[in-house]
């Protein structure tokens, strides 16, 4: 009895109407893989006929067993199997069979729950589904449906939302409807809320209408970047909300122009062309950053220089591209120093030698410039959400993609914990 015990919390069962054989353990090659193979039979008397619902009696009698072959979790990292003899019985009152079941395996089913359970775990991590497949000794499909039966777990309080929250979208499967599909989150927490199909303003509507007016009414503070449809929905189902323009996006927005503005430069001047294209890094970052003091020999240039010098002589060669350089520089010193007054000086101070991009950033600034305020005078960003979709990104890259958005769906909230698997959920 007692080895019984222990096979049984080897294998993780719990109906003890399972009882193994004497030699209820072997070896052998199954589907081309050395695997173990346990045997044992399940028996127990039953209550009644669960076809006709006759109560157990002398006319309902044993007859012989059925075999099931079940798969079972990896032990030693061999493939296992549970040989299951159920205990089949006739009842003369209806003249039908029936077996003994358990609670260990679905109805009609030879997977194991407790492998379905193994592979709902290991659908949390960041592994593909063909490796958990071949983990769990099962076949990709097999993962699929299990991971899909977490779907109808998937549940949104549609009477509250939290007081601040972050909006972004992401590109998901290639047949997602307007392409990019939407998410949102707890800014406190990085907790996602939901995941939507689409980011286009209709569908968005259609979806924020199903939360109560009261709970819409509560949220405090909504942080975006510069997509317009975002403004126009927030300004039409949360009255009470501040729109926040997130600080990345806005220095992003002029990072980009002096960009462009470089590339334009460098393509018109083959003489410093090497030079340009060598330092761009240095045109981009942080001026109080750079090194000032430490002379040495950089590539393109003959004699010792300091980072500053590099970027001097970069800009000292176009005053378009210099003026530019000095705009980008001012917005990012005012978003740093959270100085509002300093940030709408520059912006209205009219610069005729501004590039044609900076000029276009600029005009989006002056557009935002209500949200950047607020971004400036509050200390919430889209970072959570932009590590969310970093996260986003990597199950995506580990897999080769997906197919189905529902299904990528479902794996995005098991690995981000807003779903959690348990044994009975399977």
Request: with cysteine; net charge positive.
């Amino acid at each position: 009895m007692s080895q019984l015990n222990n096979t049984l919390k080897l294998l993780n069962l719990k109906d003890e109407n399972i009882i193994f054989y004497d030699n209820y353990l072997s070896e052998g090659v199954i589907k081309g893989k050395r695997s173990l193979i346990f045997e044992g039979y399940l028996t127990y008397t039953p209550e009644g006929c669960p076809c006709c619902g006759c109560v157990f009696d002398k006319n309902i009698v044993k007859h012989g067993y059925k075999l099931s072959k079940l798969t079972v979790p990896k032990i030693s990292n061999l493939a296992s199997y549970l040989y299951l003899y159920k205990q089949r019985y006739k009842c003369r009152h209806c003249n039908h069979t029936f077996s003994c079941t358990t609670n260990e395996i679905d109805k009609y089913c030879y997977i194991s729950n407790n492998t379905k359970h193994s592979i709902a775990l290991e659908a949390t991590k960041k592994i593909s589904e063909k490796d958990i497949a071949i983990n769990n000794n099962v076949s990709h499909s097999t993962v699929n449906r299990i991971i899909d039966s977490y779907q109808s777990h998937i549940k949104v309080c549609r009477n509250y939302l939290p007081k601040n929250l972050c909006f972004d979208e992401f590109k998901s499967v290639k047949s997602a409807v307007g392409a990019m599909s939407f998410n949102f989150c707890n800014a406190d927490t990085g907790e996602i809320i939901d995941i939507v199909e689409d980011r286009r303003l209709y569908s968005l509507t259609r979806y924020f209408s199903r939360y109560s007016k009261d709970a819409r009414s509560k949220v405090k503070n909504i942080v975006i970047d510069m997509y317009k449809p975002y403004i126009v929905l927030i300004k039409t189902m949360f009255p009470n909300a501040n729109i926040i323009t997130d600080k990345f996006h806005t220095v992003q927005l002029v990072n980009r122009a002096l960009n462009k503005t470089r590339i334009s430069l460098m393509n018109k001047d083959k003489l410093n062309y090497n030079k340009l294209k060598r330092y761009w890094k240095l045109l981009l970052r942080d001026r109080d950053s750079l090194n000032h003091y430490k002379f040495q020999k950089y590539t393109c240039f003959n004699h010792l220089m300091t980072e500053v010098d590099i970027v001097d002589y970069l800009t000292s060669l176009d005053i378009t591209l210099n003026e530019s350089y000095l705009f980008y520089q001012r917005v990012r010193q005012a978003i740093s120093s959270k100085d509002t007054q300093a940030f709408d000086n520059i912006i209205d101070t009219h610069c005729s030698n501004l590039s044609s991009y900076m000029i276009t950033a600029r005009n989006t600034l002056i557009e935002h410039r209500k949200y950047i305020h607020n971004s400036i005078n509050c200390n919430l960003t889209n970072a959570r959400i932009e590590g969310i979709n970093n996260l986003i990104k990597v199950i995506k890259r580990i897999s080769f993609g997906y197919r189905s958005f529902l299904h990528f769906k479902a794996r995005i909230l098991l690995i981000s914990g807003l779903i959690k698997p348990t044994y009975n959920s399977i």
